[in-house]
C-alpha cells in the first residue's frame, strides 16, 4: 500500500513542479509571438521558402487536413503552391508549457477570394535562440465545411 501512495505523491509532486515553470516567459516574449504567427503566414500567402525557413524549427512537421505529413524540406519545397493563399484565424487559445506554447483555433483558408477549407488547428511554437520557431501544425477540415461540400 504504501508504494502505490509514494509513487503517486511524486507524480502529484513532479507535476506541481512541471505546472509551475510553465509559465516562466514574459508577457513580452509572448506578445512576440503573434509577430511571429503573421510572419509565418505571410510567408506561406507569399510562397516565400525562404522567409518560411527562418521562422520554421528544423524539426518542424505538418500533418494537414488531407491527412498529409510534411517535414520541413517537403514543406519548402512545396510551398510555392501556397501562394496567394489568405488565412483568417478564429476562436484562438493557447497554453504555455515551459519555451513551448500549443495554439488551437479555427482557420478559414481562402485562395483568389474562395473559400477552399474551414479547419481546426493546432500549432506549435518554441522559443529558443532568443526567437520563436514554428515547429508544427496539425489540422482537421471542420464538419461544417465538410457537409457544405
Sequence with gaps: MKKPVLL????????????TAQTH????????????????ISALSNG?????????????????ADGIRMDLPSMLNDLHNFKGLSVNFSEQSQKVYGDFVLRTGKAKLSAGGQ????IFYTQGWVYRD??????????????????RK
Design 8 to 19: 503517486f505523491l511524486s507524480v502529484s509532486l513532479l507535476i506541481s513542479i512541471y505546472s
Design 130 to 147: 532568443k526567437k520563436w520557431q514554428f515547429v508544427h501544425w496539425q489540422g482537421t477540415k471542420t464538419r461544417e465545411f465538410l457537409q
Design 48 to 64: 516565400d521558402s525562404a522567409a518560411f525557413k527562418k521562422i520554421a524549427g528544423k524539426e518542424y512537421l505538418d500533418i494537414n
Design 25 to 40: 516567459l514574459s508577457k513580452e516574449i509572448l506578445k512576440h509571438l503573434e509577430t511571429a504567427e503573421k510572419e509565418m
Design 115 to 118: 473559400l477552399i477549407a474551414e
